[in-house]
C-alpha cells in the first residue's frame, strides 16, 4: 500500500519560516508529478505549486517567490515556506503520480495519491 506522510507543519509568527516533508512508503514507483496543497477553514482547497520528475516547478501566485518546491530522488518531496502570513494557516497536504498525463504536471492536473495533512499555523 502506497502512503504519503506530511510532516513539518506547526505555529509560527508572521514572517518565519517553515519545511514540510512528504516521504512515501510502500511500493514506490517513481513519482512524475508531486504537489502540495492546502485547506484553510471554510475554504476549498488550493494547489499551492507543483513539480516534475525533472524538477520544472510552478507555483499558485499567492505564494511565487515565498515558497519553492523540491524533491529528492527518494520520492520524498519538500515545500520551503518563507514570510509567512497569516492567510497561509491551513492544513497542507502532499499528493503524487506515477502517470505522465497529457496535462502535464500542475496542481489542476489529477492525482492518485494524497497525504492526511499536516497543520500550518500563522500567528502571534
Known amino acids: 500500500e502506497v502512503q504519503l506522510v506530511e510532516s513539518g507543519g506547526g505555529l509560527v509568527q508572521p514572517g518565519g519560516s517553515l519545511r514540510l516533508s512528504c516521504a512515501s512508503s510502500?511500493?514506490?514507483?517513481?513519482?512524475?508529478?508531486m504537489a502540495w496543497f492546502r485547506q484553510a477553514p471554510g475554504k476549498e482547497r488550493e494547489g499551492v505549486a507543483a513539480?516534475?520528475?525533472?524538477?520544472?516547478a510552478n507555483y499558485a501566485d499567492s505564494v511565487k517567490d515565498r515558497f519553492t518546491i523540491s524533491r529528492d530522488n527518494k520520492n520524498t518531496l519538500y515545500l520551503q515556506m518563507n514570510s509567512l502570513k497569516p492567510d497561509d494557516t491551513a492544513v497542507y497536504y502532499c499528493?503524487?503520480?506515477?502517470?505522465?498525463?497529457?496535462?502535464?504536471?500542475?496542481?489542476?492536473?489529477?492525482?492518485?495519491?494524497w497525504g492526511q495533512g499536516t497543520q500550518v499555523t500563522i500567528s502571534e
Open positions: 499528493a503524487a503520480d506515477a502517470r505522465r498525463r497529457s496535462t502535464g504536471c500542475h496542481t489542476g492536473r489529477f492525482f492518485e495519491y
Open positions: 510502500g511500493y514506490i514507483p517513481p513519482w512524475y508529478c
Open positions: 513539480i516534475d520528475a525533472g524538477g520544472k
